[in-house]
């Protein structure tokens, strides 16, 4: 038996399931149009010393650390973007102690990639989007 044979081909309700687009696809819209505003942030934020390792959650819900520079509701888009650092990660437990130096290791320049904690429903994670050039 295949697969496909035990998905149902209609929802419950008798319409087909339409198949529901990630929403990695509209945050690499939303992080190609704030690319130069999240770019000068994290290059003021390494110039003023708060951090060298600035870190940019991507979410569409409310949370709890970081600042708000770029908001959703406020820009018609689908994505708010707050800034945080290395060290609150650190702090909050984000990033747990034993794994600094593998964090830091694997973290890239912040001149070419912003480093980016997406949250979405099913979890978050890290990923590194570069700046166009």
Excluded at 59 to 65: E, R, S, W
Excluded at 114 to 130: D, K, T
Aim: hydrophobic fraction near 40%; aromatic fraction near 10%; glycine fraction near 4%.
């Amino acid at each position: 038996m295949d697969i496909e044979e035990l998905l149902p081909q209609e929802s419950e309700g008798g319409k087909p399931e339409q198949k529901k687009q990630s929403p990695l696809v509209s945050l690499e819209k939303d992080l190609d149009l704030y690319a130069d505003s999240i770019k000068e942030v994290a290059v003021d934020i390494m110039v003023e010393g708060i951090t060298a390792n600035p870190i940019f959650i991507a979410h569409q819900y409310v949370v709890n650390i970081g600042e708000v520079i770029l908001d959703r509701k406020e820009l018609n888009t689908e994505w708010t973007i707050q800034v945080s650092t290395f060290e609150e990660f650190i702090e909050k437990g984000i990033i747990q102690p034993d794994k600094k130096a593998l964090f830091l290791k694997s973290y890239k320049k912040p001149e070419d990639f912003m480093c980016v904690f997406v949250i979405v429903p099913e979890g978050a994670n890290f990923i590194y989007y570069p700046y166009k050039k």
